[in-house]
């Protein structure tokens, strides 16, 4: 299997089909979703056709990654950068219950960013939370990156955090 992004204990890669079974456990919890707005896939067949139909690595050149445990080879969750509506360019994360409070999601976002910033030579990367996700947003805050704004984000109550490039070389 190629790997997209190594770090000391995850290799991140493209989804396949194989990831539809974790990707509906993962979009099966309710602490999952709690926060993001999105609904569960109805079946394992329902994110195995997500699955193949995901594919902005070719047209963004990036996405959401899986993300797999070295050790193990246990899928995790997943993790990367996408285009969003508005044009910006956002990390995201997510991660099943066994492999949360453990600093999986900072690693692999550290990854990501550096890849943005340093690989596709981003200006910028956000973060968006809603304003009760205390995880994502400390997530946000070891990564350096700074509060820019409450917004009312897909309905939701969130917060906006940035990284600019010159702030992350300053970091490096």
């Known amino acids: 299997m ?36 999105d609904g569960p896939f109805a079946s394992v ?3 195995r056709v997500f699955v193949e139909g995901y594919n902005p690595y ?11 445990e070295r050790e193990t ?4 969750g997943w993790c990367g950068l996408r285009v969003q509506e508005d044009g910006e360019v ?6 099943l219950p066994r492999a949360r409070r453990k600093g ?12 943005g910033f340093e690989e596709r030579v981003l200006p910028s990367i956000i973060g968006r939370a809603h304003v009760e996700n205390a995880a994502s947003i400390r997530v946000f805050q070891k990564l350096g990156m700074r ?7 897909e309905g939701m109550p969130s917060v906006q955090y940035r990284m ?5 070389r300053s970091l490096r």
């Open 90 to 95: 956002d990390i995201g994360y997510r991660y």
């Open 45 to 47: 067949e329902a994110a």
């Open 58 to 68: 070719d047209v963004e050149g990036f996405g959401r990654w899986a993300c797999i």
């Open 73 to 76: 080879s246990a899928f995790l």
């Open 2 to 37: 190629k790997y997209t992004l190594e770090t000391a204990r995850q290799c991140l890669r493209r989804f396949v089909p194989d990831d539809a079974p974790a990707l509906f456990e993962l979009n099966d919890d309710p602490d999952v979703l709690r926060f993001t707005g």
């Open 164 to 168: 600019d490039a010159e702030m992350w």
């Open 104 to 115: 999986f999601a900072t690693e692999a976002s550290r990854a990501c960013l550096a890849f």
């Open 147 to 153: 509060f820019e704004e409450a917004m009312d984000f």
